[in-house]
Each structure stands twice: as structure tokens, then as C-alpha cells.
């Protein structure tokens, strides 16, 4: 003869006990879920209430994590459906507003610039420089045409950009391209001393 199941009757302290214990848990779950905190609040809020309501329903309340995830995940499933998005008919599309382009006036001067600021250097680290960066050859096949190590390369590339850096006329043209000077760099003042920006 089996004994006849005796059923506790639910209150909400109960109900009140697990949220104490779980919530933090669920509210992780929640923000899993949303990318906004104030969301996730409101979804657990709403998957707890659809648990409240269900609580004498549930008969194995060893599984309630399980419940509520569930009521998480549909209940922001319903809520992504009934997001609205608002769609208006027009008659064009509107054009993008361009951005702004550099004068090619302006681009050629510096392009030339550079060239002759490149012919300045020494053949051998011309050589480098036009093979790296103009012919777009990797060290490594730099070394190998040039018949010198990798680490030739990287040296005498390294010296002839910091001669290309310190150039005065490379930089007259590229001043002139963008007068504003960036943190660290010297600007001259207005009465031809120089200032660091």
C-alpha cells in the first residue's frame, strides 16, 4: 500500500525564499539575454511573475532554474517579436553626403615631393625604400634581389625613413597639406619660433 502524497500547500514565502537564493543567478541569465541592465531587470521581473503565477502548477520545484530560464528565453523571444520597426516609403533614396576630398593638386605636390625627397638618399638605401614601399617587395625579397641580409634592410630602411622624416622641404609640402600639427610634433609661431603642439 503506498502511502498517499501529502501536498504542501505553496505560499509566497516560498516563492519569496527562491527569489532571494536565485535571483542574482537569473539576473545573469537575464543580461545574457539583453545588452541593456534596466532590459534584463524588467525580463527577469516578467519571467519571475510568469513563475509566481504557474508556482502551484510546477510539480518539481527541484527544476525551477530550468523554468524560469525558459520563461526568460520566451519571453524575450516574444519581445524581440513585437519590436516595431518603423518603415517609411520614399520616392529616392537620399544620397550620402560625400566626404570631403583632398585637392589632387594638393596630392600630386606631396606626391612629388616625396619622390624627390627619395632621390636625395643615398643610392643604396633609395634602393631599399623604392623596393619596399614602391615596388611593395617584402624584406625578405629585398634582401634577396639586393644580395644583402634581412636585417641590411631593415636598417638601412629604417635610417632612410628617418631621413625622409626630417626632410625640410618633404615637410614645407606636407605642413602646408595639413596645418594642423599633431601632439608632440614642433609648429612655428607666428613670429618664426618654434613651439611644440
Known amino acids: ?108 605636390a606631396v606626391r612629388d615631393a616625396m619622390w624627390q625627397a627619395v632621390l636625395r638618399l643615398p643610392a643604396r638605401q633609395r634602393a631599399m625604400v623604392v623596393l619596399r614601399y614602391y615596388e611593395d617587395m617584402s624584406e625578405a625579397a629585398t634582401a634577396e634581389l639586393l644580395g644583402v641580409s634581412v636585417g641590411t634592410v631593415k636598417s638601412a630602411v629604417s635610417r632612410a625613413l628617418a631621413k625622409l622624416r626630417e626632410d625640410q622641404e618633404l615637410a614645407e609640402v606636407t605642413r602646408a597639406e595639413d596645418p594642423e600639427p599633431v601632439a608632440g610634433q614642433v609648429a612655428p609661431t607666428q613670429d618664426g619660433q618654434a613651439m611644440a603642439a
Open 1 to 108: 500500500m503506498t502511502t498517499p502524497r501529502t501536498v504542501q500547500p505553496v505560499t509566497p514565502l516560498t516563492f519569496t525564499s527562491y527569489v532571494r537564493a536565485r535571483g542574482p543567478v537569473l539576473l545573469r541569465t537575464a543580461r545574457s539575454l539583453t545588452s541593456n541592465p534596466s532590459d534584463a531587470e524588467d525580463l527577469l521581473q516578467t519571467a519571475l511573475t510568469k513563475t509566481y503565477l504557474a508556482w502551484e502548477r510546477i510539480e518539481d520545484h527541484r527544476a525551477l532554474d530550468g523554468y524560469v530560464r525558459r520563461a526568460l528565453v520566451n519571453t524575450r523571444t516574444s519581445q524581440w517579436r513585437k519590436r516595431r520597426v518603423d518603415e517609411y516609403a520614399v520616392d529616392e533614396l537620399p544620397e550620402p553626403d560625400p566626404l570631403p576630398q583632398p585637392d589632387p593638386a594638393e596630392q600630386q
